[in-house]
């Protein structure tokens, strides 16, 4: 070893820029060098990156090439240097960019066997699961994550005596399942990061850990015959996984194609979609077409209009996907959680074929994740609490998803304890959310749970006491134009009921009329219209002008004055008031008019006038022209 | 001094090109053609609150809602009625990595001149008062004088720094 480190160095002075010669030769002398020693990667890699530097780098190369030659020699290369020396660079990122898109998939399906299996004790979960482990192994191998494939290897082996029925599955086997997939989905995380700086990532995989687990499940596990049916299904199931692929049967028996398209593909569909329906109804409105009455003119015209609205129709399903997997992400919520609380929780799901616009799917993870949440904490009483009010020991919370009025529904259900009308009053209080007078309805009381910094908790838990309140989920809801309703019976349980409209693209607005101008106000944020007399309206010192409506009071906005527009009315009981809910609290808009409500599809006003962030962007209306959608939040 | 002469005769040369002219009451203006997308006829424009002056408001442009900037304000000219030559000029542009569009408001559209680099004047320096940066140069094309804008400048600067910020 030496001597070949030796014979190196005597050829470092005669490396010049560009000698083939030498570099041959040098090559042939670290090749020789023996596979398990670090310094041939090292110096391999820094042979190269010497001959084939630039001009003006390379007397800089080489003496970085003549040092790190030396601190081989002299052993003082120390370990990190080392690893960072050996540092892989990632030479297939769209490769491993699809690795990571499909594991990923996989352990999706993964979760979601593994959890039904605790709820329907069907071992044939187990090739599903055993085939995605194969393929990570497999294609971490040909990728060279050799840790990962290492890792992914052992648990393939206990998986294929499990489903050999060589070992059976108990709590120690579902536990260990849990944190292998937690490892390989933390493992896939640093897989993407990786992808970023372009180098092999450094797995936190606990190796040792897995063959210590593995093995003492195989002593552990006595040898249990199952009965052949199950064995037969078994067969029967890794029969089927193998012809399965992107092929998927419906209910119907119908297979169901399905294509992976770029998103910016579908988006530029839908922006021309969009701008058809537009022109197409400013045409249908144009009165020389209006006066036609050639009859095949006429048909063609109605065509037209057929063909584009089911174009529209059509091309807004592509937004659309189902809901589901979003709420199979809950079933792991909640065990995480009953686990944790030591509370025995049931998550029933349904509905989970409704679907969203994909654009709000990832916003509606975290809001839903923390209502779940907060069901587990404070809805389900402890098993003991639970029995003493003559409840099964097990609570349940149902979640399920439909349509209704044009709008899509989720409803999260509890049988709980239920909300506590005095203590949320009570906390309320404390906290100056509400004063002693105030006479609130039970809707009311139930709203406050949103306000910022409230909790009901008594204790504060690990889980739900970690500092982001009710009212941050709430925020996330209305950010996606959807609002949150609550229902409770003291002793019976919660309903959350989450209304969303359809699509991101369609608001819901109201839209009022200040002199000439026309704008909109979101529906969902507007709580009534109110035709006020001239005593509802008063001027409260260091508070500005107030609006009374009946026995409360709320500031008073008088937007013309903020958008500096020519208006009809000069005070508010000439015009009308419309009472918003914003962020922190209610406020009286000064208008007009209302023209009405109506459906307007949205547009982005892009870069040019965000700082004016008190419009939220812009709606194209009926006769072509744009409205201007107000946010509420920033008008103060 | 050397170095400055090269760096206008530089200048100067990518300055050559093909403009869309126009009138803005007895001027010609003239932006580069490469930044134009389309010429639309006077539609019905929404005013937006608070925005400045010049801002006349947004339109819609086929489904996308675009910003319309009335020239004759920015350039403090008198303002007049729209008639039926009033139109509107859409250019694109670059922001850092935004590519913004935008609506410019003039009198009447002319016609497209090729000018080539012995027509171009730089624009003459009238000391330092710096707000008339958007005008590139001054093309005299047979007895016509074009002034020459620079559309990314008809913006002010913190009007630009402030989109380039997102």
Request: with cysteine; aromatic share 6%.
């Amino acid at each position: 070893m030496n001597d070949i480190l030796n014979n190196i160095r005597e050829n470092v002075p005669f490396m010049m820029f560009g000698d083939g010669t030498v570099y041959a030769k040098m090559t042939e002398l670290i090749m020789s060098l023996p596979d398990d020693e670090p310094a041939k990667k090292i110096l391999g890699e820094a042979l190269d990156d010497t001959f084939f530097s630039s001009f003006d780098e390379f007397d800089t190369k080489l003496s970085e090439f003549s040092k790190l030659l030396k601190d081989i020699q002299e052993g003082t290369l120390d370990e990190s240097e080392k690893r960072e020396k050996t540092r892989k660079k990632i030479t297939d990122s769209e490769l491993v960019n699809d690795f990571v898109v499909e594991s990923n998939e996989g352990l999706n399906e993964f979760e979601v066997k593994l959890l039904a299996f605790e709820n329907d004790n069907d071992i044939s979960f187990i090739n599903d699961i055993f085939r995605v482990v194969n393929t990570i192994k497999g294609s971490s191998g040909f990728l060279e994550f050799d840790e990962l494939n290492h890792y992914a290897h052992i648990g393939e082996n206990l998986l294929d005596e499990l489903r050999n029925n060589r070992i059976t599955i108990d709590d120690r086997v579902i536990e260990f399942l849990f944190t292998v997939l937690d490892a390989l989905k933390k493992s896939l995380q640093e897989v993407s990061e990786s992808l970023k700086d372009g180098f092999f990532p450094e797995f936190s995989l606990d190796t040792e850990w897995i063959e210590k687990e593995v093995e003492e499940i195989r002593e552990g596990s006595a040898k249990v015959v199952i009965d052949k049916k199950d064995l037969d299904l078994i067969k029967e199931e890794s029969k089927k996984t193998l012809e399965e692929d992107s092929e998927k049967i419906d209910g119907s028996g119908k297979i169901t194609k399905f294509l992976k398209v770029d998103t910016d593909k579908v988006d530029f569909l839908l922006d021309n979609v969009g701008e058809l329906i537009v022109v197409n109804n400013m045409l249908f409105q144009d009165e020389s077409i209006l006066q036609i009455t050639e009859k095949t003119t006429q048909k063609i015209l109605g065509e037209l209009k057929r063909i584009s609205t089911r174009l529209q129709t059509s091309s807004m399903a592509l937004r659309m996907v189902p809901i589901g997997a979003t709420f199979q992400k809950m079933m792991r919520v909640v065990r995480d959680n009953s686990k944790r609380l030591k509370k025995a929780i049931k998550l029933k799901i349904s509905g989970e074929g409704t679907e969203i616009d994909r654009n709000m799917v990832d916003k509606l993870h975290d809001p839903l994740m923390h209502m779940i949440r907060n069901s587990c904490d404070h809805g389900i009483e402890m098993p003991k609490e639970r029995e003493e009010a003559g409840k099964p020991s097990t609570g349940n919370i149902w979640l399920s998803s439909y349509h209704k009025g044009g709008n899509i529904v989720i409803e999260i259900r509890d049988d709980g304890k239920g909300l506590s009308k005095e203590k949320i009053l009570k906390k309320a209080l404390d906290n100056d959310l509400i004063t002693p007078e105030q006479h609130l309805t039970d809707k009311e009381i139930f709203n406050l749970i949103f306000k910022p910094g409230f909790s009901t908790a008594e204790k504060v838990s690990e889980i739900s006491g970690r500092g982001v309140g009710m009212d941050v989920v709430k925020n996330a809801i209305t950010s996606l134009g959807g609002r949150v309703d609550i229902e409770s019976t003291d002793g019976q349980g919660s309903v959350f009921y989450i209304k969303l409209p359809l699509t991101l693209a369609i608001l819901d607005g109201v839209v009022i009329r200040i002199g000439d101008e026309r704008f909109i106000i979101p529906a969902q944020v507007v709580e009534e219209a109110i035709k006020p007399t001239a005593e509802d309206y008063f001027n409260m010192a260091n508070q500005g002008e107030m609006i009374k409506v009946r026995d409360l009071v709320h500031p008073l906005v008088r937007l013309p004055e903020v958008f500096q527009v020519e208006s009809d009315s000069k005070n508010p009981e000439d015009g009308i008031v419309i009472i918003v809910e914003t962020d922190r609290k209610k406020i009286g808009l000064m208008a007009d008019e209302i023209l009405g409500k109506q459906e307007v599809v949205i547009k982005n006003l892009g870069a040019f006038f965000k700082k004016y962030d008190f419009i939220s962007s812009g709606a194209i209306m009926g006769d072509g022209t744009v409205s201007l959608i107000i946010d509420i939040n920033k008008l103060l | 001094m050397a170095e400055k002469i090269k760096k206008e005769e530089r200048s100067i040369e990518s300055l050559a090109g093909k403009y869309l002219t126009f009138y803005l009451g007895d001027e010609t203006y003239g932006i580069e053609i490469l930044k134009v997308q389309e010429i639309i006829g006077m539609m019905n424009v929404t005013h937006f609150p608070k925005a400045p002056d010049f801002i006349r408001g947004v339109i819609n442009l086929r489904g996308k809602v675009i910003p319309v900037i009335e020239l004759r304000k920015k350039f403090n000219l008198e303002t007049h009625d729209d008639d039926e030559k009033t139109c509107i000029i859409v250019i694109q542009l670059m922001v850092g990595d935004n590519e913004i569009r935008q609506g410019v408001i003039v009198d009447e559209v002319s016609e497209v001149l090729d000018i080539s680099q012995e027509e171009i004047e730089l624009s003459p320096s009238f000391g330092s008062q710096g707000n008339i940066d958007f005008i590139m140069g001054v093309g005299k094309v047979s007895d016509k004088v074009v002034i020459l804008l620079d559309v990314n400048k008809i913006l002010s600067s913190d009007e630009l720094e402030a989109l380039s910020n997102i």
